[in-house]
């Protein structure tokens, strides 16, 4: 079965300390990898994707990710957290075939204390 | 360029009950799914719809159900109401082909509780 397992569930970390939160997939021919951000009372908004090409992707707010193929991983990570990061964050895959079906992880909560 | 829309944002029903949410995509996009939020089970996948045909099912009862108009508005429909229903229901549009290429937007979701 397709699966997407985020190990943290939380992970407190202080203000302009570096965070990684990390994401497995179930291994597939061909997938596309995904991280979404919710804030309290909000729908979910893209961070940024792995589609093709370079494995290392960056969001405009100083998120990247690494997509590996031989671990099937997708860690997000960031060098410097601000307060304003605290939010969920979702690890999602889209398996070819599944049409827009987007598998998600369990999220995993960033809060960043002062 | 106006959002994905729901409406209501908040319904409280009882059990036995049914109820109708309501998604409203960005203009233009063809397609809309719906997934399920709860604490327990996370982020589920429901249905999506293009062109007023139900392209993709997840795993649910027939209790739920779903559809969508001419002007790719979708509704969704769960009966008889169990306090397990009880979640956050989310819509996302996209243009509609099935490519990862065509990014996901997600709305603000319909918060259901079941009493």
């Known amino acids: 079965a397709q699966s997407v397992t985020q190990l943290d569930s939380q992970v407190p970390v202080f203000e302009e300390a570096p965070v990684e939160l990390r994401c497995n997939y179930s291994s597939s021919v061909s997938v596309y990898l995904f991280w979404y951000v919710q804030y309290p009372n909000q729908g979910l908004q893209l961070l940024l994707k792995y589609l093709s090409g370079s494995t290392l992707v960056e969001s405009i707010n100083g998120f990247e990710a690494e997509f590996n193929k031989s671990q099937t991983s997708f860690h997000l990570r960031k060098p410097s957290v601000h307060i304003s990061d605290t939010a969920e964050y979702f690890c999602a895959v889209r398996y070819t075939g599944g049409g827009n079906k987007l598998t998600f992880g369990t999220g995993t909560q960033l809060k960043v204390e002062l | 360029k106006a959002g994905v829309t729901q409406t209501p944002r908040y319904l409280i029903k009882t059990r036995g009950q049914q109820v109708t949410l309501s998604c409203s995509p960005i203009s233009g996009h063809r397609s809309v799914s719906w997934y399920q939020q709860t604490p327990g089970q996370g982020l589920q996948f429901l249905f999506e719809?293009?062109?007023?045909?139900?392209?993709n099912k997840g795993n649910f009862p027939g209790r739920f159900s779903g559809r969508q108009f001419s002007n790719s508005r979708s509704e969704m429909n769960v009966s008889t109401l169990e306090l397990g229903d009880s979640a956050l229901y989310l819509c996302?549009?996209?243009?509609?082909?099935?490519?990862?290429?065509?990014?996901?937007?997600f709305g603000p979701g319909t918060r259901l509780t079941v009493l």
């Open positions: 996302a549009s996209s243009l509609g082909q099935a490519s990862a290429y065509n990014e996901q937007f």
């Open positions: 719809y293009f062109s007023e045909t139900q392209r």
